[in-house]
């Protein structure tokens, strides 16, 4: 065992006693944007937007130093250990859509918009849905900007005004969401079409997928079927965050996008699963095999005799470790893609969107924020406190700041507040010492539900009443 595996072993063997403890009960031509256009993430299934279940506290296996590949987990790059950068000011950011940037004219008048009413900090969406709003090497224009994408360059567009204007630019990236269901890519460089094999699999589907050929159409089509079916309880279809060959994918794409434009940060979103019902490929039930059968040796609990006749006889002998392997990838992941974008671009501010709740955000969607914060693996976590209750809003965004709330961007999902209400939230958020705030999205701001709203253009309106700005 290498010196690496060894520390591995030494900072997941504690943590992940606890987690199982309580867990474990045993001029371009401009195309459509899809009809399933989600907010950055949602709240979970049977919960209102930002009124979370009662967090019950779990701390589940952290991040921590990569190491190589063990028991069928990838290898990944060790997290670098970086002084976190000083915020020289409050961060007043925009989630800036895709759809606002697909012309040179609209990207341009989004930064002079968010710079006339005082805002700093852009979040632009250039990885949408497995597709690049940038000119890369790795990953398919969007659908219907093939031919446009050659003489205009959404992101370079964008860097460019805002350099001018004195605006920071993070590049925000989707993660494991990858495709709308409901009107699929049809590039057959998209990873829904070339590499359906790393696509991420629904327990309902497990038994019917598990000895079927992902070439096969009917693999594909099961699962768009499945995905449309679940309607606005599910965003698109996901890829599997423990197929070694999708993180070392990501690693790609974000190593080529932040060596290639000078952003000031990267941000991640769908950094998780898409909820507990997945992943139940057979890429993943084979790695958490390999993975329990590395630590439990030979009691596996006759998950072995029945194998693979039945594809889920290790996830239903070990529910608790089951829950524990799906936290270490989502971790392993965000360590290997901050790494990636610090060793491509030294001092770039890593960010992520996430889910208020820290325990909610575990137990929902294996997404172990708050040990990033404390690893060090992000520098900022920006919680989707999307909800119309300014008393909820103020105690989830207490909860997310315990850490260190300069490391934390009050995510407001504005599309549902009055604007008073938006507006006191924000304010309320400063008064708290947190590092910035962050307003869902620029798009609906601009849209005519946001003048509506504001009674006027709502931006100006915002940064006057919320920073002073009166431009």
């Known amino acids: ?73 990838v290898s990944l790059l060790p997290v670098a250990r970086v002084t976190l950068p000083r915020q020289t000011g409050d961060v007043r950011a925009l989630w800036v859509v895709r759809t606002a940037i697909l012309h040179p004219d609209s990207a341009r008048a989004a930064v002079r918009r968010a710079r006339d009413a005082g805002f700093n900090t852009l979040l632009v969406q250039v990885r949408g849905r497995g597709d690049a709003y940038f000119d890369s090497r790795l990953e398919p224009p969007p659908e219907g900007m093939a031919s446009a994408i050659s003489e205009y360059d959404p992101l370079g567009t964008v860097i460019d005004e805002a350099t001018r204007l004195g605006l920071e630019v993070h590049a925000w990236v989707n993660v494991h969401v990858v495709a709308s269901a409901v009107s699929p890519p049809n590039d057959p460089r998209h990873i829904l079409r070339s590499r359906p094999e790393l696509l991420a699999v629904p327990r309902a589907l497990a038994a019917e997928l598990f000895n079927r050929n992902p070439r096969d159409p009917a693999y594909l089509n099961a699962l768009l079927r499945y995905t449309r079916g679940q309607g606005d309880r599910l965003e698109g279809m996901f890829t599997n965050p423990a197929d070694p060959r999708v993180q070392e994918h990501l690693v790609a794409v974000v190593r080529d996008l932040v060596e290639r434009y000078p952003v000031a940060g990267i941000h991640f979103d769908y950094l998780r699963y898409p909820s507990a019902n997945f992943d139940y490929s057979r890429g993943s039930l084979e790695a958490f095999r390999s993975w329990v059968m590395g630590r439990v040796g030979e009691g596996t609990q006759g998950a072995e005799g029945r194998w693979p006749g039945d594809p889920l006889a290790y996830v239903s002998a070990f529910p608790g470790l089951w829950d524990a392997f799906r936290v270490e990838q989502i971790s392993r992941t965000a360590e290997s893609l901050s790494a990636a974008a610090r060793q491509a671009r030294p001092g770039i501010v890593v960010s992520a969107a996430v889910y208020p709740d820290p325990g909610e955000a575990v137990r929902t969607r294996f997404q172990n924020w708050n040990r990033w914060l404390e690893d060090g693996v992000v520098d900022v976590v920006a919680p989707m406190i999307y909800t119309g209750g300014e008393e909820v809003f103020l105690r989830q965004l207490r909860l997310a700041a315990s850490i260190d709330p300069r490391r934390v961007w009050a995510g407001v999902g504005i599309y549902q507040d009055t604007f008073q209400t938006a507006v006191e939230k924000a304010r309320a958020a400063r008064s708290l010492g947190v590092g910035g705030v962050a307003l869902f999205s620029y798009d609906w701001a601009v849209s005519g539900d946001g003048s509506a709203v504001a009674s006027g253009p709502y931006l100006p309106r915002f940064g006057g009443e919320v920073w002073g700005t009166n431009r």
């Open 1 to 73: 065992m290498s010196s690496i595996s060894r520390v591995i072993r030494l900072r997941v063997a504690a943590p992940l006693l606890v987690f199982l403890a309580a867990c474990t009960s045993v001029g371009a031509s401009v195309p459509r944007p899809p009809p399933d256009l989600p907010a950055p993430s949602r709240a979970p299934e049977g919960a209102p937007q930002g009124v979370l279940a009662p967090s019950p506290g779990l701390d589940g296996p952290g991040g921590g130093i990569g190491g190589p590949r063990e028991g069928g987990v």
